[in-house]
């Protein structure tokens, strides 16, 4: 049966790439006879160091590719360093989410919630939408909503709304981090190779210090870098579910 399913997956980004239709494969194994069209990317996470250690060597390879990335945070992680007010914490984890987006190449924007207390409701979706309109995001990656973090269901939730309400669908990739601690009930639909950015991803969350980086992979992103490589047949991958629109045609339901 798996077989079976990776086939008729492969059959399905095979067809939605020669259709013409935006994918993450399709952006990251673009045809090099084919003029580079530069397309804007959009990560909108719950708080400084989660886009990085769920989909860092992913945004990396976008971005090294000449791909625009914009990283936005729902919070500044005022509530992420103990003994400090949250003003203290939301200066010091802002400085690190700038750091780390340098590392990545990618230009940080923050949303303005504040960290373990965040809103989902009407004036907030339309905060949310404003800013992906203004983006003009081609390709958005956020959090996967089955998550033990309130924070990263809220982040979710905000993007699929936004992406629901869009009347040009973007393609939507959702992330994970710490599975099994965290993100709970993920099958992925796609993996991307990050063997080549690794270590740029790795050193974007060692920009974010106060969050002890080592603790970070402790948790089981060094596992599911290895595992998720090991399932695509590489070093090191990071793996999504892909969220497809109906009007992109029927044939993309099944991704």
């Known amino acids: ?35 580079f ?11 400084p160091d989660d886009p990085e250690s769920g989909c860092g060597g992913t945004l990396a390879r976008l971005s090294n590719s000449g791909h625009e990335v914009t990283i936005i945070y729902l919070t500044t992680g005022e509530a ?23 590392v990545l190449k990618a ?10 207390d965040t809103i989902m409701n009407n004036e907030w979706l339309s905060k949310v939408q404003k800013m992906v309109a203004e983006e003009k995001a081609d390709l958005v990656f956020t959090h996967w909503p089955i ?10 939730l905000l993007m699929i709304q936004t992406w629901v309400r869009s009347k040009q669908k973007f393609p939507l990739y959702f992330f994970e981090v710490c599975t099994g601690e965290q993100t709970m009930g993920f099958r992925p639909t796609d993996h991307v190779d990050i063997t080549e950015t690794q270590e740029q991803k790795r050193s974007s969350v060692y920009c974010h210090v106060s969050q002890d980086p080592p603790g970070i992979y402790s948790c089981g992103h ?12 590489v070093k090191a991958a990071e793996a999504f579910v892909y969220m497809a629109g109906k009007e992109q045609g029927s044939v993309i339901e099944y991704l």
């Open 222 to 233: 060094s596992a599911m870098e290895d595992f998720r490589g090991r399932e695509l047949g």
């Open 80 to 102: 992420g360093i103990p003994g400090k007010t949250q003003d203290e914490a939301a200066v010091i984890r802002k400085q690190e989410a700038i750091n780390a987006c340098a």
């Open 107 to 116: 230009k940080p924007a923050f949303a303005g919630q504040i960290d373990g």
């Open 37 to 47: 069209k530069k397309k804007k990317i959009l990560c909108f996470g719950g708080h």
């Open 147 to 156: 998550d033990s973090h309130k924070d990263h269901q809220v982040a979710s």
């Open 1 to 35: 049966m798996k077989n079976h399913l990776n086939t008729r997956r492969n059959f399905v980004k095979t067809t939605a790439a020669s259709l013409g239709l935006l994918t993450l494969p399709g952006l990251l194994n673009a045809n090099p006879s084919i003029p």
